[in-house]
């Protein structure tokens, strides 16, 4: 097992930033916490924009509340700042998608008109939110949608760690049966 020795120390140049072999490492450390694959979906000035994601949580309960993080490079970045929008959580046999939207095109997905904003057909889950706030997280905006509409259905689960897809079996999902 390697573990990686911290260093307090920033890149002389930048203060409080990583230098960029640390970068590297801090991102492979990052990749060893497994997540659920989802798809932000929102109707631009001009077009229909998704956004495959991986930082995605719950954050309240009373009002439902959801946060996605975005890095501020990403092309609809700019667009997607108080509008409307839906996480799309992906199924197991969903992987095309998720490759779709981070900028590997394949056959044009299933839209479905949501109550406020557009979603995918087929997914696992999916949660349609109104803007609530958005907060600078260095290099990502954090987009907090309250939730007005959400769904799922059954099925085993699209996962990604350690950079690569993986899957989460049905089996291992989920407390909605125990509540």
């Known amino acids: ?58 954050v309240s309960m009373d009002p439902p509340l959801v946060l996605v993080s975005i890095a ?28 779709h939207f981070a900028g590997r095109p394949g056959p044009e997905p299933l839209w479905l008109e949501g109550e406020t904003a557009p979603r995918l057909s087929g997914v696992l889950a999916h949660f349609e939110c109104k803007p609530w706030a958005a907060y600078a997280g260095g290099d990502h905006t954090l987009y907090l949608g309250e939730v007005v509409d959400f769904a799922y259905r059954r099925g085993d689960a699209l996962a990604f760690a350690n950079s690569t897809f993986t899957t989460i079996p049905e089996s291992q999902l989920g407390m909605e049966d125990l509540l």
């Open 72 to 99: 501020r490079t990403t092309k609809a970045h700019d667009e997607l700042a108080g509008r409307p929008f839906t996480v799309n959580i992906l199924g197991a046999e969903q992987r095309q998608l998720a490759v």
């Open 1 to 58: 097992m390697m573990i990686a020795k911290p260093r307090p120390e920033a890149a002389p140049d930048l203060p409080g930033r990583i230098s960029a072999p640390r970068a590297h490492h801090f991102r492979g450390s990052l990749g060893r916490f497994a997540t659920g694959v989802a798809i932000v979906t929102f109707d631009g000035v001009t077009k229909r924009h998704g956004i495959t994601v991986n930082s995605f949580t719950s």
